[in-house]
């Protein structure tokens, strides 16, 4: 008798590998809507209902993922970053995926293809015309452009990544919108202001004394400032903040040390790290008392390292391929920060992330000590980010977290992408999820409890972030 164990690729049981896990995803994850609490989406590009012209467009501008993968098979910066023709960036992309095998862009490219445009080809260099002849005619065809995607993938809020100093007006112009009824809402983001040390920052700040509208020759006057920017934020809808914190932070000051700190920067020197440490924790703190007054939720993006190739920074600026892992140690900073805000009464509702997935059971534990007022899930350990959003970094992510808190309040996944065909993330993270449970039913580790199995599955999926967030 001839056996066969194989499974067909990408099919619709695609990483569920046994019955409950199938059960669970096609009842209760697939059809769910999409709440995107953290991405780079551009508002103007919504507002404008951008059209790609084709699959290049879609796909490869400013997917500085797909970038390192190019350059690490070989292709040539031009193809890349540079001039040469859409046609030919999408033919060495396409060549070079077949060699990804074990990278979630490789089930994240096939994905968007069937899902956006009904094309099951493989991607590779042999299919590459056929390929982009396909997707290009959908394009053309129309429903394809930028509100038609975030309306087909079910999606009912997007938190876009802004500066203080934005003016939102095309956040506020797509509240006009008739016939789109997804919310658009700002994420308040002020890395800029902490930065003391950058040459961004006294740039930035005479950017911040324009859109406050005031003189900032003080710490009180940029504190002023940045509370100021928030109300008006919080005015057009924002209920969330982010920090990219590359190390955490702490040191114990005084307002009067900080004052002199920010005034030396504000002359154009540099300061010390001790000194930068101080600085940014103070400002951190008043802004964490700002965010929980305003009911925001805060987050915590810990440990990347950025533009590390001197040259490529040099020649293509940043956010362009060529970050990593950072680290730097987080426990006893975090700890202090934390705790500080506790004793002042001003710990906002926090997800804290990690790029170095070392530190996911150091967030996890250290998140139950912050718990508390009354709210599910106060403090979340953030869902598996950038070089952790793989199918074994979401796993080990949710895993942690179940080991030394509750999976089950876990507000889920994000896209954290500057890509309008990024929503099938969201179905690979319920596919995973479920597999998960399915798993742990399956070899009696969990009760084959269908409502309750239901009820964690739609949380995770969906509505613990409608909670969570006050969407």
């Known amino acids: 008798m001839e056996i066969h164990f194989m499974k067909t690729f990408l099919d619709e049981n695609f990483l569920l590998t046994n019955e409950t896990a199938v059960h669970l995803f ?4 697939k059809d769910l809507p999409i709440i995107d609490y953290h991405c780079h989406l551009s508002p103007k590009e919504i507002y404008e209902n951008k059209q790609f012209n084709n699959i290049t467009e879609a796909w490869l501008y400013g997917d500085h993922y797909k970038w390192r993968m190019m350059r690490a098979n070989g292709v040539e910066e031009n193809k890349v970053t540079g001039e040469a023709s859409d046609y030919d960036r999408f033919v060495a992309w396409a060549g070079t995926l ?13 994905m968007e293809l069937q899902t956006y445009f009904g094309v099951h080809d493989l991607i590779n260099e042999q299919n590459a015309p056929a390929i982009w002849e396909k997707v290009n005619a959908k394009l053309a065809e129309g429903g394809s452009r930028a509100r038609d ?40 983001r002020p890395d800029k202001a902490l930065e003391i040390n950058r040459a961004t920052f006294l740039p930035w700040i005479a950017q911040l004394e324009k859109a406050a509208g005031t003189t900032i020759s003080s710490y009180d006057d940029l504190l002023g400032a940045l509370e100021s920017r928030a109300e008006f934020f919080n005015s057009v809808g924002c209920k969330v903040s982010d920090h990219a914190l590359d190390y955490v932070p702490f040191a114990v000051a005084t307002k009067e040390e900080v004052e002199q700190i920010f005034k ?30 305003l009911d925001w939720a805060m987050q915590y993006h810990i440990n990347a390292s950025r533009n590390n190739n001197g040259q490529a920074f040099a020649k293509l600026g940043p956010d362009t391929g060529f970050d990593s892992i950072n680290d730097s140690l987080v426990a006893s900073a975090l700890t202090g920060l934390l705790s500080s805000l506790a004793v002042a009464d001003s710990l906002p509702r926090t997800i804290l992330y990690s790029l170095n997935a070392r530190d996911n059971e150091i967030l996890a534990s250290l998140m139950g000590s912050f718990q508390g007022d009354g709210i599910p899930g106060k403090i979340q350990l953030g869902a598996a980010w950038w070089f952790n959003d ?22 889920g996944m994000l896209t954290d992408s500057r890509s309008f065909l990024s929503y099938t993330r969201h179905e690979y993270f319920r596919r995973i999820l479920c597999n998960m449970f399915g798993e742990w039913v399956e070899a009696g580790e969990f009760p084959n409890d269908e409502q309750l199995l239901k009820q964690l599955v739609q949380g995770i999926s969906y509505n613990n972030a409608k909670q969570y967030f006050g969407f």
């Open 26 to 29: 096609h009842e209760y994850a």
């Open 390 to 411: 793989t199918k074994d970094g979401m796993v080990s992510q949710m895993k942690s977290l179940g080991n030394f808190g509750l999976l089950g309040r876990f507000v």
């Open 264 to 293: 030396s920067a504000l002359a154009g020197n540099s300061v010390s790290l001790e000194d930068e440490k101080k600085y940014k924790a103070f400002t951190l703190l008043f802004l964490g008392g700002v965010y929980k007054k």
């Open 149 to 188: 995607l975030i309306t087909n993938s079910k999606v009912t809020v997007i938190c876009t990544t802004d500066d203080p100093v934005d003016s939102l007006e095309y956040h506020i112009k797509i509240k006009e919108i008739k016939d789109f009824n997804t919310q658009v809402l700002p994420s308040y």
């Open 98 to 110: 077949p060699m990804a095998i074990g990278n979630p862009l490789y089930h994240w490219s096939h």
